[in-house]
């Protein structure tokens, strides 16, 4: 009897995580979510891709909003466009706001969420996926993704980490760094006052620590 596809969890939730744990789980086991700019800019750069639709370019087949799936990684999402190459093979194209000289950080975090849409892709249609490209709004530039075997394995890591925190619907420590300057959920989180409570509270430890 084969075992069963582990229970499935958003694509986005790769991105989240690779961006701030914290931030995943909030959005994910609390359901929670605000708005800022850079989520609305995001918004109104999707609606151009987001009606499900395909159409013929330069030879190519592109298809818009496709859905994606699967079983192995228990992954579900949509791609934004899958362009299908003269021999069949999907080539996924993930839209962003802004440039393509993203912080390193940001960039690493987009490259994820593409290799997992090629991940998708590949168990779909049965073709290796080598690679794909994220096109930012701002440059119109597209950034090439090699989606090779260290990216494919931070994948499988991640997801791995993304269900196991689902499961125990536990909500890491704040990272209270850059990344949460831009992060929408920085007054929910209030990365700056979990600090100060920690850093309070050993110090209260330290002074009942017989050792200290």
Not at 120 to 135: D, K, N, S, W
Request: glycine share 6%; proline share 8%.
């Amino acid at each position: 009897m084969s075992a069963q596809p582990p229970d499935p969890i958003p694509i986005s939730a790769l991105q989240h995580w690779c961006y701030c744990p914290r931030q995943c789980a909030l959005i994910h086991v609390e359901q929670v979510f605000e708005e800022n700019l850079f989520t609305l800019r995001g918004q109104a750069l999707h609606k151009r891709v987001d009606d499900p639709g395909f159409e013929t370019r330069d030879g190519l087949r592109v298809e818009r909003a496709l859905p994606l799936f699967c079983d192995r990684l228990g992954l579900l999402g949509k791609a934004d466009v899958v362009e299908f190459l003269p021999d069949g093979t999907p080539y996924p194209v993930e839209y962003k706001h802004g440039s393509r000289h993203k912080r390193s950080d940001i960039a690493a975090c987009d490259d994820v969420q593409l290799a997992a849409q090629a991940i998708c892709l590949e168990e779909m249609f049965g073709r290796i996926v080598p690679e794909g490209a994220l096109y930012y709004a701002t440059s119109r530039r597209r950034r090439i993704v090699a989606i090779d075997e260290a990216l494919r394995q931070r994948v499988e890591d991640i997801a791995g980490a993304v269900r196991a925190a689902l499961a125990e619907g536990r909500v890491p420590p704040p990272l209270n760094d850059e990344h949460c300057r831009s992060c929408s959920l920085r007054d929910l989180c209030q990365p700056e006052a979990l600090a100060a409570s920690e850093a309070r509270a050993r110090a209260l430890s330290s002074l009942f620590d017989p050792e200290c």
